[in-house]
C-alpha cells in the first residue's frame, strides 16, 4: 500500500509521462482545425479583400497559430496531468488579475471591454477564466472528494460555499464587462465541474430550479431582454438594426438547401453576413457546404465529444476525469451555443466556435485544453476486460 | 500524497460508480441530445424553408435596373411627326455610396445646377441604405453633361449617376392638342391618342438585374442577366397635318371674329373611308404644357380666386380645355339635321319630288303647338328642292311627318345617332335622343324632330352621317389610326375602312349632292361656297333648348355639314361653332359656320389635288395665270392675253410692250383688265387699299379699280337670292404696289339658318 502510494506520488510528480495518446481524439482535434481553416478562409475572404489589404490576410494569421496550438497541444500533452495541480491556483489568481485590468486597459469591441491587447497578442481574459475554472474545480474537488456529496443543508451550503464564490466573483467581473454570454458558459462549466464532483441531486435540482427562475424573470423583466426575445422569433422585425445579424445568417444556412452552393460560392458573406469569420462561420458552412456538410463538421464534434467523455470515464483518476469532462463539457456547450445562434434557435449571442472562429489566443487556448485532454488520455490503465 | 478523508472501500467504488454514471448523462446530454435540436432546427432552416428564405437571400443580393422603352412617334398620315419623344435622363444619388465629407458638396452643386430643392437633396441623402434616390426627371443633354461633368471633376462617380429615360415632345405645340393627347408622369398616355394608344406607344421596358454585394458592390463571380427592351410602336394617324392646320387656322379665326364663348370644332373626314383629317377644337391648349390654361383671361380669373377654391377650379379648368369638342361634347344639329329627313323621304318615296309642293305661310300648327318658320310671313310655295334650300322648318314638318314616326325613328338609329360611332378616341358620347316610346307618343316632337330640333348628337355623328349621304349611303366606321409600324417602319397593324351599313340608296345619295350643292350655290349655305369645287351642305341653328333662358341669354350653337366636290364626294367638313356673339341677327349657321368650311375647302380641295369644275356661270371669273408679254410686239401680246382669257388696256402709243401689269405669273380673276405699256413703265407709286367691307361686289370692284388694283372676289357667289357685301378683305388700310390682287371675300346675308 506503501509502496503504491509511493509509486502513485511519483508518478504523479514526474513531469513527462511517456504512454501513448488517444489517437483518434488528437486526429479529430487536427481534422476539425483543418476543415475550420478552410472554411474560415473562405468565409472572411470576402470581408478581408474589402477591409485588409489582403484576402488572405485573416487565414494566413490563422493559420500560424493552428501550426502553434497543435505544436502546444503536443507539448502540454507529453506533461504528467498532475504536474497541473499546483497551477490550478495561480491560473485562477492571473485570470482574477486579468478580468480586473481588462476593465481599465481592454479594447472596446461593440461597447464591451473584453480583450487585453499584448501588442502582439490579444487576450480574452474570460477564456482563461475558463481554463482556470475548470483546473481549480478539479484540483479541489479531487483533493476533497465527498464533501459535494453532502445532502445536509447546512454543511452542504459550507462545503459549496468556495465553488460559489469563485464563480460569483468571476461572474461579477465579467459582467462589468459586460460579457453575458462569457458568464453563461463560466457558470455552466462550473456547474457540471460541481456535478461532476459528485453534487447531490437534490442541490443540483434546486440550483437549476433557482437559475431557470432568475433566467425567466431577468428575461420578462427587462425591456432589452424582450426587445431581444421578439427579434429571436422574428428577425425581420428590425431588419436594419438587431435583427440584420439573424436573418443573414438565416438567409446563409437556407439558401445552402441539401448540398450547399459548393465551396466559395457563398453569397452571404459579401457584406450581408457582417464578419462571416468570427461567430458565423458555420453558417457560411451551411451555405456552402449544405446540411449535408453541416452534418459531417456536427458529426465530427460529436465523435470528439463523446471521445472526450470516453478518455473522462478511464481517466487513471478523479482529477482526470474532472479535466476532460469539464474541458469536452465547455466544447459541447460553445459548440451547441454557437449552432444554435447560427441557426436562429436562440437569441443571437457573441460565442465563437471552436477551431472554426477567427481568433488565435482563443485557438490557442482552445488548444490547450485539447493538450490537457491528451496528456489525461496518455495515462489510461491498460485495457482490461 | 492521498488526503484525509478519501473514500475507500466500498464507499469508494460506490463514489467511482457515481462519477461514472454521472460521465454517462453528461455524455448523453453533451454527446448525443444536444444535436438533436440543432439538427432539427437546422432541417428546417436548411431544407423546409430552404426556397423562401433564399429568394429573399436572392432578391437582397439582386438589383434590379429598368430601361426605359422609348415611346412610339405619333405621325400624321404623311409621317410628319406629331408627337416624338426624346433621350433624356435621370440624376439619381446613391446616398449608401456618399461619404460624410461629400454630401455639402453634392447638395450644393446638385440644387444649383438643376434647379431643385437643396432641403430635398439633403433629406434623400439621408436615407443612408438606399442606392438609388432620384434628383431630377427629364433632364436634357446639355444640363445632364453638366451633371457628368460636375461628377467627373469632384470624382463623384458611384455617389451621383444618371440613368437614361425619354421626355414626350409635341413639336407643334396646340396643333390637334384635343386629338393627340398628352402624357402623364411615367410618360404614360393621359389623353387623346396617347392614352387610347398606350399600350402600342409605351411598348415594353427592359431590365438589368445584377448582383450586389451588401456593400453595393459587383459580386465578383455572380451574374448579370438582361431582358431586352421592347421600343413603343410608332402610329401613323388618318390626320392630315396641312388639313389639320387649315382647319385649325380658320377655325381660330371664326372663333374669335364670331366672339364664341363655348369653343368651337371643325371635323374633316374621308367620305369613303371614315378616316379623320382632321378635327380640331378651339380653344385648345398646348401639349408641351397641357396643365396650364391656355386662355388667359380665365387663367387670371382663376388665379384670383381664393387658395381653398382654387385647385378644385383649376381642375375643371384643365378638364374643359381638354375635352374633344368633336367627340365628348353633344349639340343641337338643327337644320343640317334635313339634309337626314329629306334623304329618308328619298329614300321612302314618300314624296314626289317632282310634283311635290309646299306652302309656307309662316307658322305650321301641329296639335295644339304653333310651329314657326324663321322667315316671317313664310316662304310661300316651294319645291322640294326650294324647301331645303330655303331650310323651311314647316315644310319639314310636313315631310317628317310624311315619312312616319316609326322609320323617321329607325333611320335615326341608321345613320348612326343613337348609338357611338366608334371612334378611337376616350370619351366618346352619345346623342341624347328621347326613347322611342316618348318620341311617338308625341306628334309635337316628331314634328321638330324633321328640323333637327330637341335632341342632341356628337359633331362625329353627324359628320359620320353626312358622309354616308355623300358616299353612295354607307354609314362609315370614324378612325384616327391608320397604321401601326414599329420603328424601322414595318408595319404591324393595318387599319382597313369600316363600314358599318348601307343607310340609303346610291340614287338618294346622288339626288341629295345635287340638292346640298344647290343649298350652297343658291340657299342657306351659300357663304360656304367656293368656286369651282362644287360644295355641298347644309346649314344649322339652334337655340340651346337644354339651358334655361337661353332664349333670353341668346344661347345658339351654330353649324354647318357638307362636303366636296359634290359631283363626287371626297372630304366631309362639320363646322360647329357653341354659343356664338356678334348680334342675334347674326347668329346663324349661313352666316358664321358656313364661311369657315368655304375658307377651309377653299384651301383643302386644292391641296388634295381636286382639279376644279367651273360651271358656266363661273368662268367669267376663273383665275387665270398672266402671260409674259413685256418686249413683245402690241398685237402679240393682245392675243396672248385673249388666249388667257383676259381683256387689254394699251397705255402708250408705242410698237412693243415696254411693261405689263399684272405681272406675268399672277394670278388673277379673268375678268380682270390687263394693262400694257408701250412706253415707259408702269407707275412705281403704291396706292393705298381702300376699306371696302360692307360693299356690294360692284360697289368694291369700283373702288378698288379706281385705287389702281384689282379685286379677286371670293366666297358666295351672285345669285337671286344672294344679297352680297364684302365681310372680309386682304391688305385693307395698307399700301401695296400698284396693280396687286386683292382677295375681297363676300359674304350673302340674306342666310337665315
Known amino acids: 500500500m506503501e509502496h503504491m502510494d509511493i509509486e502513485k506520488a511519483k508518478r504523479e510528480m514526474s513531469r513527462t509521462v511517456k504512454g501513448p495518446m488517444d489517437l483518434p481524439f488528437a486526429l479529430l482535434v487536427i481534422l476539425l482545425n483543418g476543415i475550420g481553416l478552410v472554411m474560415m478562409f473562405s468565409a472572411s475572404y470576402a470581408h478581408a479583400a474589402a477591409n485588409t489589404s489582403s484576402p488572405a490576410y485573416y487565414v494566413t494569421r490563422q493559420g500560424i497559430y493552428m501550426v502553434a496550438g497543435i505544436a502546444i497541444m503536443f507539448v502540454i500533452s507529453r506533461f504528467n496531468y498532475h504536474y497541473f495541480k499546483p497551477f490550478s491556483l495561480p491560473t485562477m489568481i492571473t485570470a482574477l488579475i486579468l478580468l480586473v485590468v481588462v476593465l481599465f486597459v481592454g479594447s472596446d469591441e461593440r461597447a464591451a471591454v473584453r480583450w487585453i491587447n499584448f501588442g502582439f497578442f490579444n487576450i480574452q481574459p474570460s477564456e482563461i477564466a475558463k481554463v482556470a475554472v475548470i483546473m481549480l474545480f478539479a484540483t479541489m474537488i479531487a483533493a476533497n472528494p465527498e464533501r459535494l456529496t453532502e445532502k445536509r443543508i447546512l454543511p452542504a451550503v459550507r462545503n459549496i460555499m468556495p465553488y460559489i464564490a469563485i464563480l460569483a466573483l468571476i461572474a461579477g467581473l465579467m459582467a462589468m464587462q459586460p460579457h453575458f454570454s462569457g458568464i453563461v458558459l463560466i457558470l455552466a462549466v462550473g456547474a457540471v465541474m460541481l456535478f461532476m464532483g459528485g453534487l447531490a441531486y437534490r442541490w443540483i435540482a434546486l440550483v437549476g430550479a433557482l437559475g431557470i427562475g432568475a433566467m425567466t424573470i431577468l428575461i420578462t423583466a427587462t425591456d432589452y431582454a424582450a426587445k431581444r426575445m421578439a427579434i429571436w422569433r422574428d428577425p425581420w422585425i428590425d431588419l436594419t438594426g438587431a435583427g440584420w445579424q439573424p436573418v443573414q445568417s438565416l438567409y446563409a444556412v437556407a439558401s445552402g438547401g441539401w448540398f450547399g452552393l459548393g465551396l466559395g460560392q457563398s453569397r452571404q458573406k459579401y457584406a450581408y453576413l457582417p464578419e462571416p469569420h468570427n461567430d458565423f462561420v458555420f453558417a457560411i458552412v451551411c451555405e456552402e457546404l449544405g446540411m449535408v456538410g453541416a452534418l459531417i463538421v456536427l458529426f465530427l464534434f460529436m465523435l470528439l465529444i463523446v471521445r472526450g467523455y470516453w478518455i473522462a470515464m478511464h481517466a487513471r483518476d478523479r482529477f482526470g476525469t474532472l479535466l476532460v469532462s469539464g474541458v469536452t463539457t465547455l466544447l459541447a456547450i460553445q459548440t451547441f451555443l454557437n449552432v444554435a445562434v447560427v441557426t436562429n434557435l436562440i437569441p443571437v449571442t457573441g460565442i465563437s466556435m471552436p477551431f472554426f472562429s477567427f481568433g488565435g489566443s482563443m485557438l490557442l487556448i482552445q488548444m490547450v485544453e485539447m493538450g490537457i485532454v491528451l496528456a489525461v488520455s496518455r495515462q489510461l490503465p491498460a485495457y482490461t476486460p | ?530 368656286k369651282g369645287y362644287n360644295v355641298a351642305g347644309k346649314t344649322g341653328t339652334s337655340q340651346k333648348r337644354d339651358i334655361p333662358n337661353a332664349d333670353e341669354l341668346g344661347l345658339y350653337v351654330v353649324s354647318f355639314a357638307g362636303f366636296a366636290p359634290s359631283y363626287d364626294p371626297q372630304v366631309a367638313i362639320l363646322v360647329m361653332l357653341d354659343e356664338p356673339g356678334l348680334n342675334r341677327t347674326q347668329r346663324m349657321g349661313g352666316y358664321m359656320a358656313a364661311p369657315v368650311a368655304g375658307r377651309v375647302l377653299a384651301d383643302v380641295l386644292p391641296y388634295l389635288g381636286v382639279l376644279p369644275q367651273y360651271k358656266p356661270g363661273e368662268a367669267m371669273s376663273v383665275d387665270v395665270t398672266v402671260p409674259f408679254v413685256k418686249r413683245s410686239a402690241v398685237k402679240d401680246a393682245e392675243a396672248a392675253a385673249t388666249k388667257a382669257g383676259l381683256t387689254v388696256r394699251i397705255v402708250g402709243e408705242g410698237d412693243t410692250v415696254s411693261d405689263q401689269l399684272p405681272a406675268a405669273g399672277v394670278r388673277v380673276p379673268s375678268t380682270t383688265e390687263m394693262i400694257l405699256y408701250t412706253e415707259g413703265t408702269k407707275p412705281e407709286e403704291t396706292v393705298a387699299v381702300p376699306d371696302v367691307i360692307g360693299k356690294t361686289p360692284e360697289q368694291a370692284n369700283a373702288l378698288l379699280t379706281n385705287a389702281g388694283v384689282f379685286m379677286r372676289p371670293i366666297g358666295a357667289q351672285p345669285s337671286q337670292d344672294a344679297i352680297l357685301t364684302a365681310a372680309w378683305q386682304e391688305f385693307v388700310g395698307q399700301e401695296v404696289p400698284y396693280g396687286t390682287v386683292i382677295s375681297v371675300e363676300f359674304r350673302s346675308l340674306n342666310v337665315s339658318d
Open chain 2, 1 to 530: 500524497m492521498e488526503k484525509v478523508g478519501k473514500p475507500r472501500g466500498p464507499h469508494k467504488d460506490k463514489y467511482n460508480r457515481m462519477i461514472l454514471v454521472r460521465v454517462l448523462i453528461l455524455t448523453g446530454i453533451f454527446g448525443f441530445a444536444m444535436f438533436v435540436p440543432l439538427v432539427m432546427k437546422l432541417y428546417e432552416v436548411a431544407i423546409v424553408r430552404h426556397d423562401e428564405l433564399e429568394q429573399r437571400a436572392i432578391n437582397q443580393a439582386t438589383s434590379s435596373y429598368p430601361i426605359t422603352a422609348g415611346r412610339g412617334t405619333i405621325y400624321d398620315r404623311n409621317r410628319n411627326a406629331l408627337a416624338i419623344s426624346a433621350s433624356v435622363e435621370t440624376v439619381c444619388i446613391s446616398p449608401k455610396d456618399i461619404t460624410a465629407e461629400k454630401e455639402t458638396l453634392i447638395a450644393d452643386g446638385l440644387s444649383l445646377l438643376l434647379d431643385v430643392n437643396r432641403e430635398m437633396i439633403v433629406e434623400r441623402m439621408g436615407r443612408k441604405n438606399r442606392q438609388n434616390e432620384i434628383i431630377k426627371t427629364q433632364v436634357e443633354r446639355e444640363k445632364a453633361d453638366e451633371v457628368r461633368e460636375f461628377i467627373l471633376e469632384n470624382s463623384l462617380t458611384k455617389m451621383v449617376f444618371l440613368e437614361p429615360a425619354s421626355k414626350r415632345y409635341y413639336p407643334n405645340g396646340s396643333f390637334a392638342a384635343n386629338v393627340i393627347g398628352f402624357v402623364g408622369a411615367e410618360n404614360s398616355g393621359l389623353m387623346g391618342i396617347e392614352a387610347v394608344y398606350d399600350k402600342s406607344l409605351s411598348g415594353a421596358p427592359g431590365r438589368t438585374v445584377r448582383a450586389r454585394t451588401g456593400q453595393g458592390q459587383p459580386m465578383p463571380n455572380q451574374y448579370e442577366m438582361y431582358y431586352d427592351v421592347l421600343d413603343g410602336y410608332d402610329l401613323v394617324l388618318t390626320i392630315d397635318e396641312t388639313i389639320q392646320h387649315f382647319a385649325e387656322k380658320h377655325l381660330e379665326t371664326a372663333v374669335i371674329e364670331n366672339e364664341v364663348s363655348n369653343r368651337g370644332c371643325v371635323i374633316i373626314m374621308d367620305v369613303r373611308t371614315g378616316g379623320i383629317l382632321a378635327m380640331a377644337t378651339k380653344g385648345d391648349f398646348d401639349l408641351n404644357a397641357p396643365r396650364e390654361i391656355a386662355d388667359e383671361e380665365l387663367r387670371l380669373q382663376l388665379e384670383a380666386l381664393g387658395a381653398d377654391v382654387y385647385p378644385q377650379a383649376l381642375g375643371e379648368a384643365q378638364q374643359a380645355q381638354w375635352r374633344n369638342k368633336a367627340v365628348n361634347d353633344t349639340y343641337e344639329p338643327g337644320s343640317v339635321f334635313k339634309i337626314f329627313t329629306a334623304a329618308m323621304a328619298l329614300e321612302e318615296k314618300s314624296v314626289n319630288i317632282e310634283t311635290v309642293r309646299y306652302n309656307c305661310t309662316g307658322v305650321i300648327k301641329v296639335g295644339s303647338h304653333d310651329i314657326r318658320c324663321h322667315k316671317a310671313g313664310g316662304h310661300g310655295s316651294q319645291t322640294f328642292l326650294e324647301a331645303l334650300r330655303h331650310s323651311c322648318n314647316p315644310a319639314y314638318v310636313t315631310i317628317g311627318t310624311g315619312i312616319g314616326p316609326e322609320k323617321f325613328y329607325s333611320y335615326m338609329r341608321a345613320f348612326g345617332f343613337m348609338e357611338t360611332t366608334g371612334i378611337d378616341l376616350q370619351g366618346e358620347a352619345k346623342g341624347i335622343i328621347a326613347p322611342y316610346d316618348t318620341y311617338s307618343r308625341q306628334a309635337s316632337a316628331q314634328a321638330v324632330y324633321s328640323f333637327g330640333q330637341t335632341f342632341k348628337v356628337t359633331p362625329i355623328q353627324m359628320i359620320t352621317a353626312v358622309s354616308a349621304v355623300a358616299n353612295g349611303g354607307t354609314l362609315m366606321k370614324p378612325y384616327v389610326l391608320s397604321q401601326v409600324t414599329d420603328s424601322g417602319g414595318r408595319v404591324i397593324e393595318k387599319v382597313e375602312p369600316t363600314p358599318v351599313r348601307q343607310v340609303v340608296s346610291a340614287e338618294t345619295s346622288q339626288i341629295m349632292r345635287q340638292y346640298l350643292e344647290e343649298c350652297v350655290n343658291q340657299g342657306t349655305g351659300s357663304n360656304a361656297y367656293v
